[in-house]
């Protein structure tokens, strides 16, 4: 008595049920293969730089901040305004990051990777500009609403 290591031969040979599964172990096995290249690959890609998606996070906290903010001071390396509460709200450079500061006080990191950072005050709004350590150049203009519909 022969004992076969597949149950799922028979004396007929390779069976259409056999080959579906293989298929579909094969499908399954060269499908994550993919996804698993893809992410290593743009993980190293921008391992020591600013991420594109860290950079729309920040304008996204930004706009909401100063959308709100009562009054808003623009100096070429320092943004500052004081919120609904009366806190003086501060966001600069400090080392390669940029932080922002309530009162003087605090140390919330909202970028990292950040060789210069500015800001240059336009009509109804403040320009952003950052250079990541990478030399690669991010710009955005964050425009007041509530200035607008005066």
Not at 124 to 130: A, E, I, T
Request: charged share 20%; hydrophobic share 40%; proline share 1%.
């Amino acid at each position: 008595m022969k004992v076969s290591a597949c149950h799922l031969r028979n004396n007929q040979g390779y069976t259409m049920l056999n080959m579906l599964f293989s298929f579909f172990v094969y499908s399954i096995i060269i499908s994550s293969l993919t996804l698993i290249f893809h992410f290593v690959l743009t993980q190293s890609h921008y391992s020591n730089d600013l991420k594109p998606f860290e950079w729309e996070l920040f304008l996204i906290q930004l706009h909401r901040e100063t959308k709100d903010a009562l009054d808003v001071e623009v100096n070429a390396d320092e943004l500052i305004f004081y919120n609904k509460e009366g806190e003086r709200v501060s966001v600069h450079q400090y080392g390669q990051l940029v932080r922002r500061q309530v009162n003087g006080k605090g140390h919330e990191i909202y970028l990292l990777n950040v060789k210069k950072l500015s800001f240059m005050k336009v009509k109804n709004g403040v320009d952003v500009s950052v250079v990541s350590e990478n030399n690669d150049k991010y710009h955005h203009t964050l425009f007041y609403y509530k200035d607008l519909t005066k």
